[in-house]
């Protein structure tokens, strides 16, 4: 269990910091522990938000310094996700979705990262075709950056961002 004052990783909204424990009963739900959280990276609304205690499996801790950078010197070695084309372009898509949507949920930072790297590398091959990536795509990796900086900038103690350009220089000065 999470105690008042911790940082937890939520697999929805990111890094964030638990403010209070406390009983709530929520309409249509019996009382319960609630952690109420407040998101580190400041989304300019003031935002707190309540997450079951028994519901913790959708919380963990957040890596330490030595994990990031242990996870960003891996960064290059982490291969884009291959989703296998069935030909049928509606059946396709949705099993992007559905891959997509998995490793998002996952709360895991190497997925994330390879996501990333996934959208990243479409977007590359789209650009070179003069089209631009759909909007699913765009929204997911804008929710990846969001999830992994904001977990490396609230525990590296740097401005969100400055985050790129700090695993940039990282993976540079490793020569990978």
């Not at 911790?6 to 009382?31: L, M, N, W």
């Not at 069935?86 to 099993?95: C, F, I, P, V």
């Not at 996501?115 to 699913?136: N, V």
Request: contains cysteine; charged residues 30%; negative net charge.
């Amino acid at each position: 269990m999470f105690a008042v004052g911790d940082r937890v990783v939520h697999s929805d909204y990111g890094i964030c910091r638990i403010t209070a424990v406390s009983k709530r009963q929520f309409p249509g739900q019996p009382e319960k522990d609630y952690y109420e959280m407040v998101p580190l990276t400041d989304d300019g609304y003031g935002t707190t938000f309540y997450t079951a205690v028994d519901h913790g499996g959708r919380l963990r801790s957040p890596m330490t310094q030595e994990q990031i950078l242990e996870m960003i010197d891996t960064m290059p070695e982490i291969e884009p996700l291959i989703v296998t084309s069935t030909g049928n372009r509606m059946l396709d898509m949705e099993n992007v979705k559905n891959s997509y949507n998995a490793l998002m949920r996952s709360g895991n930072p190497r997925d994330w990262v390879q996501l990333l790297r996934t959208i990243y590398r479409r977007g590359k091959e789209l650009s070179a075709k003069k089209k631009r990536i759909p909007e699913f795509e765009s929204h997911v990796r804008d929710n990846s950056e969001r999830l992994l900086y904001g977990e490396i900038a609230g525990v590296m103690d740097i401005p969100f961002h400055s985050v790129e350009s700090f695993i940039t220089d990282r993976i540079e000065s490793s020569g990978k």
